[in-house]
């Protein structure tokens, strides 16, 4: 019987130790442990919104934790390059090198298996997109989903410039920011400048070898 109560109670004590663990609030995302422990805030933030250090697991718990809800703005939006298609992940989540923000790659079915043997990989069938998620996080764990960047391979003779890539980026609620090639073209130009410098795998840039998927994970 007693042991019984012991066994009783370590339970109780691991399941509020798993509670104490969760790393972010599944309502906000907001990330638990700086919410309970704000860091002192970076100088290097510049975007508003000082880039927070985060784990490995944290940085996937926000991105998983955003996901369902920026999947659900860009169906409403019915922006026609990204509704109705499954995105995969291509990454784990992590840190940009610079403005303090966290991404994800993702990709459609038509490009996943391409994408995923990175700098090995075969040309991106027409129709096949790549989607980059962005977020940022506070100090004290608040979390605010960013912009999305998209690439999506359109019919030969969109933009003989960039192998028919067609770049674009989103606000969060999903409204379009800018598209190569149709509105706001001019202020999305630097998309292509920039991944031009991988003009010799087809503008892709890929994410850092640390990141990256294995090419059987789904
Ligand atoms: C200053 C350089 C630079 C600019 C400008 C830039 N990107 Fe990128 N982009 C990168 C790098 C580097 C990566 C690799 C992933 C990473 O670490 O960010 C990348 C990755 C991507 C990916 C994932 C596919 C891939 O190449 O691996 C997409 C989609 C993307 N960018 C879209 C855009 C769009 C849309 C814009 C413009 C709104 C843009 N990028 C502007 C540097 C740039």
Not at 39 to 53: D, N, T
Not at 147 to 167: H, I, K, L, Q, T
């Amino acid at each position: 019987m007693r042991i019984a109560r012991y066994w009783a109670l370590l339970g109780a004590m691991a399941a509020l130790a798993g509670c104490a663990r969760a790393p972010v609030d599944p309502a906000t995302c907001r990330v638990a442990r700086l919410a309970a422990a704000p860091v002192e805030a970076s100088a290097l933030g510049g975007l508003g919104m000082p880039p927070a250090h985060l784990s490995a697991a944290e940085i996937d718990a926000v991105a998983a934790c955003l996901a369902p809800g920026l999947d659900a703005a860009f169906a409403a939006v019915g922006d026609r390059a990204l509704v109705g298609k499954r995105f995969a992940p291509m990454s784990l989540g992590y840190r940009a090198s610079e403005h303090g923000m966290f991404l994800q790659v993702y990709a459609d079915p038509a490009a996943a298996d391409s994408y995923r043997r990175y700098e090995a990989g075969a040309r991106i069938a027409q129709g096949g997109t790549i989607v980059k998620r962005s977020f940022r996080v506070a100090a004290d764990g608040k979390v605010e989903a960013y912009r999305v960047f998209a690439m999506e391979r359109m019919a030969p003779g969109y933009a003989p410039d960039a192998n028919d890539w067609r770049f674009a980026l989103y606000a969060p609620d999903g409204a379009l920011v800018g598209e190569t090639g149709g509105r706001g073209d001019a202020g999305v130009r630097f998309c292509v400048e920039c991944h031009a410098a991988a003009r010799t795998q087809d503008f892709l840039l890929f994410v850092p070898p640390a990141y990256r998927m294995p090419p059987t994970v789904r």
